[in-house]
């Protein structure tokens, strides 16, 4: 009983962090702007990671697995780079001045954020993935 207690109490700590970007489905930002990044401002002196992850829309074959009960293997070819290491629940928001990791841009390339939260266990929430083009 005291393991479906505390499953239940993690799942709702995981739940209460939201972004509340309106990200359209396949949206696409400019280069050299500015995005603000908003959740939900929550009552709390603690802090989260607030990620940045980019990777590829369609995959690279890597080969079939080395297992006979496992499916092909890709290559997302996935970075992350760390925007706030320790982002305040209270603020609200975060302005992230748009730069293109690794000359990632256009169709070809998805963008995230996402947010780690260090007092339910590493736990992401992730906002919709989008494109950014160059400038």
């Not at 990620?51 to 970075?79: C, K, M």
Request: hydrophobic residues 40%.
């Amino acid at each position: 009983m005291k393991l479906l207690a505390i499953s239940a109490l993690l799942a709702g700590a995981t739940q209460a962090f939201q972004f509340l970007n309106d990200i359209p489905v396949d949206g696409y930002y400019d280069e050299g702007s500015d995005f603000v990044i908003e959740w939900k401002p929550e009552d709390r002196n603690d802090t989260f990671r607030l990620e940045l992850y980019t990777f590829l829309v369609d995959p690279i074959y890597v080969g079939p697995s080395p297992y006979p009960w496992g499916g092909p293997i890709y290559d997302y070819n996935e970075t992350t780079t760390v925007l706030d290491a320790a982002a305040k629940y209270s603020a609200g928001n975060f302005t992230w001045h748009i730069d293109l990791i690794n000359g990632r841009e256009g169709a070809g390339w998805y963008y995230r954020f996402g947010a780690i939260l260090a007092s339910v266990g590493e736990v992401a929430d992730y906002a919709r993935s989008f494109h950014i083009q160059a400038s």
